[in-house]
């Protein structure tokens, strides 16, 4: 009985002493929701989302004044986006240990992954470099890998470190190029691990600059429509408000 009892007590006494810091917190909250008024230059709504230029150290992502980077394109460190070249929506370019390159007229296309590490194990350079009329598409993977001038990468494609894809080569989709591998010239190649399929014809040869100038086209089309993010506009809502000027 006196065990119960001394039970009971406990339990009273700590009720008895939790109740006071319940209504003291809640009235506190209560008071601090009162006196909270918002600053009238705070921004309302906001539909940038996320950052798409991320400086790291020294770096700063660089984008040429005729390139298309989509609005939810994600470029950090050191970057290079050159003339006529676009990186379309969701990509992701980290350039935190080593230098990334997107050369003339080449397209990044969706979603897709590209980094360098600091160094490479096979003696070759370790930065990314895309050059010049080269498709990249969507949902790939690179990695301190080259590809050179006037090149096809299929959508989800994986391109591990040192690997090199030499001049008018084409790589078809789901195509996995091993750390150090070297795809010959004019050559198409598939598979995981790649392997070579066939040697390309002078035409297809012709045709493949002719994809990423059409990809360039159509990314003009979308520059055209894409306004950059900002808050400028409710500056200039305001001063047509204090004129008097409907908006």
Not at 96 to 116: M, P, W, Y
Not at 205 to 226: G, M, R
Request: hydrophobic share 40%; proline share 6%; charged share 20%.
């Amino acid at each position: 009985m006196a065990i119960s009892l001394a039970r009971f007590s406990r339990k009273a006494l700590a009720s008895a002493l939790s109740a006071p810091s319940h209504v003291v917190s809640r009235s506190f909250a209560t008071e601090s929701a009162k006196n909270f008024r918002p600053s009238p230059d705070r921004v309302k709504w906001d539909y940038r989302g996320q950052r798409k230029i991320i400086p790291l150290g020294p770096w700063v992502p660089k984008i040429a004044v005729d390139a298309y980077v989509a609005p939810n394109v994600v470029l950090a460190g050191q970057v290079t986006i050159s003339d006529g070249a676009s990186v379309w929506n969701g990509a992701v370019l980290r350039g935190d240990l080593n230098k990334i390159t997107i050369g003339f007229c080449s397209n990044v296309q969706e979603r897709c992954v590209i980094h360098a590490a600091s160094s490479s194990p096979t003696g070759l350079p370790a930065e990314t470099s895309v050059e010049r009329f080269v498709t990249v598409g969507g949902y790939c993977l690179l990695r301190s890998s080259t590809i050179e001038p006037e090149c096809i990468i299929g959508q989800h494609s994986i391109l591990m470190e040192g690997s090199l894809v030499e001049t008018h080569s084409i790589l078809e989709a789901g195509s996995v190029v091993p750390p150090g591998r070297r795809i010959p010239t004019g050559e198409l190649w598939a598979g995981n691990p790649a392997r070579f399929v066939r040697t390309l014809t002078h035409e297809e040869t012709l045709e493949i600059p002719k994809l990423a100038v059409a990809i360039n086209d159509l990314s003009k089309e979308h520059f055209s429509e894409f306004l950059p993010y900002s808050t400028a506009y409710l500056e200039v809502e305001k001063f047509k408000k204090s004129l008097g000027i409907t908006i």
